[in-house]
């Protein structure tokens, strides 16, 4: 099984650049394994052109390695955050992928402004906090991880499956790595098509409430009907 999830994690991460997510080796994919809680994440620094499954590290839920001999991603604290905190995920994307990046770098939430983003996400997708200079210097990573959760406020991992890190990039999930990873894909273009709306019309109204939750319910809702079921 944990061999399974160390191939589809790669699968995952190789996939990124094929997206044009992530530039040089900026950008990691995890998944977990729901039976024992053990994380598979790419290890630190290490070039996408050359990734093999050598370079797929597990780890337990309190961040020690089970096997590898590679470093750990560093945002694996960050990760595990994420899986702790929010219920029924089962991969985590983090990139720095420039439409997506350039919200947070500008501190700004994106507004649901079409059906494309309606179709990924319940609201605009928010903004967290960066850390406090105390959170930096007590774990910056791990209170990475508290600021997505603290934005995402609760709310279910389908109605906001990403949330952007103010002057950092994004955090995206889904139920496996990925589904984490079309999250992001998603992502990055709901960023690009809302930024080059409000450079078009910059008081532009957001779509109406009653399209945007047809959109949403109709993919994710309880009588969803998108798609073949």
Request: aromatic share 6%; charged share 15%.
């Amino acid at each position: 099984m944990l061999e399974e999830l160390k191939a589809a994690v790669l699968a995952a991460n190789l996939s990124l650049p094929e997206h044009g997510l992530v530039t040089l080796t900026w950008g990691n994919v995890s998944g977990r394994d729901p039976s024992s809680g053990v994380v598979a994440i790419k290890a630190s620094g290490v070039p996408y052109d050359s990734m093999t499954l050598d370079d797929i590290v597990l780890v337990a839920e309190d961040g020690s390695v089970v096997e590898g001999s590679r470093r750990p991603s560093t945002d694996t604290p960050t990760h595990l955050a994420l899986y702790r905190g929010i219920p029924g995920i089962g991969g985590v994307v983090h990139t720095h992928s420039t439409w997506a990046s350039a919200w947070a770098q500008a501190r700004l939430p994106i507004p649901l402004l079409g059906t494309t983003h309606a179709d990924f996400c319940a609201g605009p997708v928010p903004v967290a906090a960066p850390p406090s200079p105390e959170d930096v210097r007590a774990g910056y990573e791990v209170a990475t991880g508290a600021a997505v959760l603290s934005a995402l406020g609760g709310r279910d991992a389908a109605e906001v499956p990403a949330v952007l890190v103010g002057g950092h990039g994004p955090f995206c999930w889904d139920k496996s790595a990925a589904g984490a990873v079309e999250a992001a894909v998603t992502l990055e273009a709901v960023a690009q098509m809302a930024a080059l709306t409000v450079a078009l019309a910059p008081g532009v109204a957001p779509l109406e409430g009653h399209i945007a939750e047809r959109h949403f319910s109709r993919k994710h809702g309880p009588g969803a009907y998108y798609g073949q079921g």
